[in-house]
Structure formats: structure tokens, C-alpha cells
């Protein structure tokens, strides 16, 4: 089955840039999320892309992916403590509903 | 907004109880998810419904069974509740290839 991989921690310190990274196994995957928890809460949608972009950016959040790699990446710049929380890769397969998520990164913002 | 509810943010229950988890989504979503969120795993489906009465298994339904008899709810079943699913247990809904939205969590411990 598809599969989705995440490193499970990151620390960096306030203001500095925060790179998370994704790998996935689907070729077929028609869009790839990113989602954050904060601590106690659900899952909030943060970005997504499609799969024939290579990049987008919203504000503080860049996402890159590299089809051929199957690799994804969320940066975000000037991180800030409220950043702190544990961010989720998704992909969506191509003919389903399912969502498959990785393991999750633990972000952790020092001040 | 899109909103999707979960009845309760904490249980505790004991080994062998039938336990119901309810979620409500009210966004007229055909897709409805139950995963379980275990430290280190990441989100696991356990089961999801892509319309009325209609369900499939994810990658985790042993020990569990889902109800959708409306649209708007999808209840997941622990028919004999054992301390191995005691766990974080996250509602999703979503259209046809969108994004999913999640429900709070629902923190269920098993004594």
C-alpha cells in the first residue's frame, strides 16, 4: 500500500526557518497536504498543492515538491513559538477518497 | 466553517464495554473518516463511509465497526472495549478529492 514518511522531530530557534520534510510512495497522488496540531486539538488544514505544481506559497509557508523524488517539504519562514505543534503530510491517492498520513514532525520553537 | 463535532473530548471506559464514538459533520460532506492517532504512528484508518449505509474498511478495523445512517453522522463501535485501543480517536469529513476536516479528537481511555 502507499505509504508516507516524516521525520518525527524538529527544533529550531524563534525567528529562524523551519524545514519539514516528506516522502511518499503513491506515483499516482493527485494532491498533498500539510496539516497541523496543536496540542489537544484536531487536525487544521495548513496547505495543500497539486500535484503538477512544483511550488506554492502562502504568506510565512513555502511548499515545494519534487514529483520525480516524490519528496514534499513544508518551510516556514521566521517560525514563532505558535508554530510549535506536530505538522502531518498527506497524500491523496489518485481514484480514492483516502487520505494517508505520515507519522507526523514534531515542531518545537525555542524562544 | 465547516464544522465537525465530536460528542466527547474525553472517555474512559472499561475492558469489554460497547463503546460508541459520534461524530457530526455539517457541511453535507459524502465522505466520513474515523483514524486513531497513536504517538509515533501517526493517523491509521480505521474505517470510512463514502455515502449513507455505506462503509469500507481501512487499514484497522479489527476490533471496530462503524454505524451511517444519516449523512451528517458517522459513529465508530468498539463492540468490546480493550486497553490496546485505548487511544486518540479523530472524526474527518470531506467532499469528493478535497481536503478533509477534522473533528476535535476524542481521547478514549480503556481501564
Known amino acids: 500500500g502507499e505509504d508516507v514518511e516524516q521525520s518525527l522531530f524538529l527544533s529550531v530557534r524563534e525567528g529562524d526557518s523551519s524545514v519539514i520534510n516528506c516522502t511518499y510512495t503513491d506515483s499516482s497522488s493527485t494532491y498533498l497536504y500539510w496539516y497541523k496540531q496543536e496540542p489537544g486539538a484536531g487536525l487544521q488544514l495548513l496547505t495543500y498543492i497539486f500535484s503538477n505544481m512544483d511550488m506554492k506559497q502562502d504568506q510565512r509557508l513555502t511548499v515545494l515538491l519534487n514529483k520525480k523524488d516524490k519528496h514534499l517539504s513544508l518551510r516556514i519562514a521566521d517560525t514563532q513559538t505558535g508554530d510549535s505543534a506536530i505538522y502531518f503530510c498527506a497524500d491523496r491517492e489518485e481514484y480514492g477518497n483516502k487520505l494517508v498520513f505520515g507519522a507526523g514532525t514534531i515542531l518545537r520553537v525555542k524562544s | 466553517d465547516v464544522k465537525v463535532t465530536q460528542s466527547s473530548r474525553y472517555l474512559v471506559k472499561r475492558t469489554g464495554e460497547k463503546v460508541f464514538l459520534e461524530c457530526v459533520q455539517d457541511?453535507?460532506?459524502?465522505?466520513m473518516f474515523w483514524y486513531r492517532q497513536d504517538p509515533g504512528l501517526g493517523l491509521r484508518l480505521i474505517y470510512f463511509s463514502y455515502d449513507v449505509k455505506m462503509k469500507e474498511k481501512g487499514d484497522i478495523p479489527e476490533g471496530y465497526s462503524v454505524s451511517r445512517e444519516k449523512k451528517e453522522r458517522f459513529s465508530l463501535i468498539l463492540e468490546s472495549a480493550s486497553t490496546n485501543q485505548t487511544s486518540m480517536y479523530l472524526c474527518?469529513?470531506?467532499?469528493?478529492?478535497?481536503?478533509?476536516?477534522f473533528g476535535q479528537g476524542t481521547r478514549l481511555t480503556v481501564v
Open positions: 474527518a469529513s470531506s467532499f469528493e478529492n478535497t481536503e478533509a476536516f
Open positions: 457541511m453535507d460532506h459524502e465522505n
